[in-house]
């Protein structure tokens, strides 16, 4: 197994495969983005982030459709696909990351708990989505989904070899 963070794992199969990162973040707050370039070189492959809060963040800087935020929430795979979608549009890359979530110590309902997130990847070849629910304070929250949207980064780049 390799033992390198998974943003120098992402950063050497970008480079080697000539492919552009965009990023979509929101419950991160920047903490992917921030991940992605601590790896020396970084520009070679990644072309910037959008890191929207707001839901007129989402809709205006990243194309989320306002009924899908209505319909589906802030904190949904529609939304986080249409954020990585949007990202990935709005700065010409390959691949775009979306990553929406409820950090806490507040804003959880019963239908979505403090703790859930929502990690897209959208590719001209197709798009995926995951859910997590973790159950740490904010800081830890927010550190668990940006590493976990770099392994489904990492998971798919790999699939894709």
Known sequence: MNQEPLEVQIGKILTARKLTLALAESCTGGLVGHRVTEVPGSSAYFLGA??????TAKERLLGVQ????????AVSAETALEMARGARRALGADVGLGVTGIAGPTGGMPDKPVGLVYIALSTRDGERYERHV???????????SAE????LL????????
């Open 50 to 55: 959008v890191v929207a809060y707001a839901y």
């Open 66 to 73: 306002h009924h899908t935020i209505y319909d589906y929430g």
């Open 134 to 144: 973790w159950d740490g304070d904010r800081s830890g929250n927010k550190a668990r």
């Open 148 to 151: 976990a949207a770099l392994d």
């Open 154 to 161: 990492r998971r798919y780049l790999e699939e894709e070899r």
